[in-house]
């Protein structure tokens, strides 16, 4: 069943210098595209033909009210969303122009490629910190030796900017740390299968502001080897870190739509749906 629907407003991208330019890495950056993405929860639509592309090494940011489809939107496009017996969804994700939902590609590929970390840091709480960062190599087939697994475990950990704080306690509880320490062991545990692409639900809403900037500084160094998209409800977060922003709505039980989308500081400086500025200076 198709509802009325009225095609998102566009902010043309802009060039910002200095702004997340990719060095050269061995992994190529990939962009990460869904097309026409609707989805249902039973016969419950929660969204309605969301189109976005979200560009190799930048970080985009969703925002929106809660119940908007953002965190749905998220996990389909790692093929989480499959996993809810009663959901269902229409439409394309493309990384770097393949389908991750093309019949051939095995769900475990879309796993590895694009990892998740989510709301509440969810370390393995007994487990080492050695041993939490490697956990998702068994799980996504990825076969490593100890070697590897050193070069691995320290990679993962500078990148997420916590191996100088833990270094000399790998071996102790991934639990002992604090909230913000939990997050960045989350963040290396994702890296340590190299993802292409980093997707991350409200990842600073349970800490405090001075690990969720470190957390920040964190994604920016990130950007350069995965490209990132965030929910976030932090405006000033999304203006900190990302280059483009898509801004979620479902009014009055229709399903979720982006209202508008395009470069972040477009956005805020100048809304071009009412919705959007009432939204960006706070007024639902
Ligand atoms: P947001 O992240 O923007 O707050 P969600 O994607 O979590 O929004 O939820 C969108 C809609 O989908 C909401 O109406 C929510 O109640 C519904 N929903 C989310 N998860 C489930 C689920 N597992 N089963 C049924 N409905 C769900
Ligand atoms: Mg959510």
Not at 10 to 37: C, D, F
Not at 63 to 85: A, D, Q, W, Y
Request: aromatic share 6%.
């Amino acid at each position: 069943r198709l509802l009325p629907w009225s095609a998102p407003k566009v902010h043309e991208p802009k060039m910002r210098r200095g702004n997340h330019m990719p060095p050269p890495t061995p992994e190529p950056l990939a962009s990460l595209e869904g097309r026409n993405v609707s989805a249902w929860f039973g016969t419950h639509q929660v969204l309605d033909r969301v189109s976005l592309t979200m560009p190799a090494g930048v970080i985009t940011s969703l925002i929106g009210p809660s119940g908007c489809g953002k965190s749905t939107f998220l996990r389909i496009l790692n093929r989480m969303h499959e996993l809810v017996p009663s959901a269902s969804l229409a439409g394309e994700v493309l990384l770097d122009g393949q389908d991750i939902y093309d019949a051939e590609r095995k769900l475990v590929d879309a796993r590895k490629s694009i990892g998740m970390v989510f709301q509440k840091p969810n370390p393995f709480p007994a487990m080492s910190i050695y041993d939490n960062v490697i956990a998702g190599l068994k799980l996504t087939g990825v076969r490593a030796d100890n070697d590897r697994k050193d070069f691995l475990v320290e990679s993962s950990l500078q990148k997420a900017g916590l191996w100088k704080e833990v270094k000399d306690r790998l071996r102790s509880p991934g639990g002992g740390l604090s909230g913000g320490q939990q997050q960045r062991l989350c963040i290396a545990r994702s890296l340590a299968v190299m993802p292409r692409v980093l997707l991350m639900d409200e990842p600073c809403s349970a800490l405090d502001p001075t690990s969720t900037r470190v957390i920040e500084e964190t994604m920016l160094e990130l950007v350069n080897d995965v490209t990132i998209v965030i929910v976030t409800h932090n405006m000033q977060q999304a203006q900190r870190v990302s280059t483009q922003c898509a801004f979620f709505l479902a009014s009055q039980g229709t399903p979720g739509l982006i209202v508008e989308h395009g470069d972040t500081e477009a956005m805020f400086d100048s809304p071009i749906d009412p919705r959007t500025f009432d939204y960006v200076n706070g007024r639902f």
